[in-house]
């Protein structure tokens, strides 16, 4: 996707990410609690959208337009959903839809790699030779 492009979601715009066969989909691999409420009513279903957002447009959270929700409200429970592993059994039943399970792989690993940071380079000792 060229920079500047933003492609649509739920919310009353034209195309949805999660259209009724990928959220039944998702939705049977949420935990117990959250399909619950996720069968009652729609906000678990805008809010994957929302994630979907930012991940196919990998756009800055503050970015989210609002018909997702307040965009921290999101990114909350985004991380929430990381901590749980959540994401992980949404990786797997999005592996047949690459045009949603990719971007999401991408704001995973993005997420991970600046809370969990490796620390190769900080504790390495260089080897120095010292030859006259």
Known sequence: ???GDVQQGAGGNEA???DDARWRL???RLPPLVRARARNGERTRIFLEGVLWVAIN???WGYLPSEYGAWHTVY???TRWVHEGIWE?????LAPHPDLAEP???L???YRATRYPTRGGRNRIASVSCED
């Open 1 to 3: 996707m060229a920079t």
């Open 16 to 18: 949805s990410f999660l």
């Open 26 to 28: 998702v939705a049977d």
């Open 58 to 60: 990998r756009a800055p």
């Open 76 to 78: 909350v429970r985004f």
């Open 89 to 93: 059994d949404m990786l797997k039943a």
């Open 104 to 106: 999401l792989r991408w």
């Open 108 to 110: 995973l690993a993005g």
